[in-house]
């Protein structure tokens, strides 16, 4: 499977606790995104790498949330000190900035409950 | 304020029908995608448009951009159980760069 995958698929947290989510894209792809989705809604935008560089950060990611992509590949995002507010499901998206404008390739996300 | 407004939200049907889906904005985009979600999975790309007027035809669903680059509709003919989902309209603005704006989703429910 060449997809994009992320780990985990799910995470049970108490609040205050850290978790860190995991998204290998598509090997050829240099751009990826991270999105949260709640239950009934659309995708989110969270923030954008190109290649390592992280280009873009929304709003809604608070000074608790983080995202790397120490080497282009893989990337990692963190929550410290997570908050019920943050149950959600976080989906990783890739590109290639040789394909059609726009389109995304998505994970299957990583669903948080925070208790 | 959603900047893509979907409609409508919620909409169950019985297998054989026809159904339109619309995603409306009052701003332009340089592309728009829409994508299919079932649940506990992430969205799947159905289908890029990028020229306004467009129209692209996907087996039995047909997808529009509209003149002005602000609208675009999603149409199923004879609708089955297995195009239950929820589909997600989604907007590159150029001046968003690589981003996509995602609308709140219509959540389809097809009955057999």
């Known amino acids: 499977d060449t997809g994009v995958s992320q780990d985990p698929r799910h995470k049970i947290t108490k609040r205050g606790q850290n978790v860190t989510f995991r998204c290998d894209p598509i090997?050829?792809?240099?751009?990826l995104y991270w999105y949260r989705q709640t239950l009934g809604q659309g995708p989110e935008f969270l923030t954008y790498?190109?290649?390592?560089?992280?280009?873009?950060k929304s709003r809604l990611l608070s000074d608790r949330f983080s995202a790397e992509r120490p080497k282009g590949s893989f990337s990692t995002l963190e929550i410290q000190r997570t908050e019920q507010g943050d149950s959600a499901m976080y989906l990783c998206a890739s590109s290639s900035d040789r394909g059609a404008t726009g389109e995304l390739f998505f994970g299957e996300g990583s669903r948080l409950t925070v208790l | 304020t959603q900047l893509l407004e979907q409609s409508p939200q919620f909409l169950s049907i019985q297998e054989g029908e026809n159904l339109t889906v619309y995603c409306n904005s009052s701003?332009?985009?340089?592309?728009l995608q829409w994508y299919r979600q079932e649940p506990g999975e992430g969205p799947v790309l159905l289908v890029t448009?990028?020229?306004?007027?467009e129209v692209k035809k996907l087996k039995r669903l047909t997808f529009q951009f509209g003149d002005a680059r602000k609208d675009s509709s999603l149409h199923i003919t004879a609708a089955q159980p297995g195009d239950t989902g929820l589909y997600l309209c989604?907007?590159?603005?150029?001046?968003?760069?690589?981003?996509?704006?995602f609308g709140e989703g219509t959540q389809l429910t097809v009955n057999p």
């Open positions: 090997s050829e792809h240099n751009r």
């Open positions: 448009v990028v020229t306004g007027g």
């Open positions: 790498f190109q290649n390592e560089a992280q280009l873009e």
């Open positions: 989604a907007g590159a603005m150029e001046t968003s760069g690589s981003r996509l704006t």
């Open positions: 701003s332009v985009f340089s592309s």
